[in-house]
């Protein structure tokens, strides 16, 4: 998918308003582009309005615009429908933990009661004494995309994202069929603050070359480029379109370069070149 704008959502009050940014013109919400339209971020693309949105940030007044560094991003929208996370992806993080590298994607799915956005608390549960947290980049599904190849895979993507995936590790040290519970935890999947198009996320350079980092209190943990996954982020779309259909808004996180411990009072971020920065505080949950 070719376009240009950033998606995220905006926080003004307790709404999360859906909005649009343009790189040269600025930040403007969807309701301003489109009077009447209430939807959120993946509406925009399950309704297919992103070719109408850049027609129209082209030629609606300046007056419609703002600063993005002047707002407050919330997650880009709260309820995707199909939200895959992918195990074990980078070899230097399976060597880490012992394991191999699965000869398939070692995919797990997550409930959509995990999603927060940036700046929002990663709560520890009570029954976890060793949670991690994961930076990601995330592939967003763009359009209905069912048994494609790899070689088009990327034409289904809407754009790339940030996340901070998390883990009860110490429960699923206990039983590996323990990853479902150890993965769906309140506070366990955070996003944002832009879904960036692949065009500009990749430059003059390629998918590949992406760094995914993990950062916890300021400091670099883990790093890694894409190059280094066993499955590229084309491999995992095209093999999880085979499984069964994607659909606009799904998303599929790659896998992380490295998972590290954090506690109530840290705070965790992803960092993805040429995508942005997601944090998040750390807290204790109940």
Known sequence: ME????????REGSDELAAVVHPQRGLALVRDLLPGWHGDVREILSEELLDKLENLVSTVDDGAFRDPDSVTYGAPYRHPRMLWGIGLNYVEHASDLSEGVPEEP???IKGDHTV?????????????ERTTAEGEVAVVIGRYCRNVEVEEALDYVAGVVPVLDQ?????????????????NFPGFFSFGPRIVPLAEAVGNGTLADMEVSTVVNGEVLRTNTVSHMRYSPEYLVSFHSKVMPLYPGDI?????????????GDVAEAR???VGTLTNPVTQGS
Not at 167 to 183: V, W
């Open 106 to 108: 070692a995919s797990f």
């Open 167 to 183: 883990t009860a590790e110490d429960i699923l040290q206990r039983n590996p069929r323990f990853l479902t519970r150890s993965k």
């Open 252 to 264: 599929i996180s790659t896998g992380t370069p490295g998972a590290i411990h954090i506690k109530p």
């Open 272 to 274: 993805v070149s040429n």
């Open 116 to 128: 927060i956005g940036p700046g929002e608390d990663i709560p520890i549960p009570s029954q976890s």
């Open 3 to 10: 376009h240009t704008l950033h998606l995220c959502s905006v």
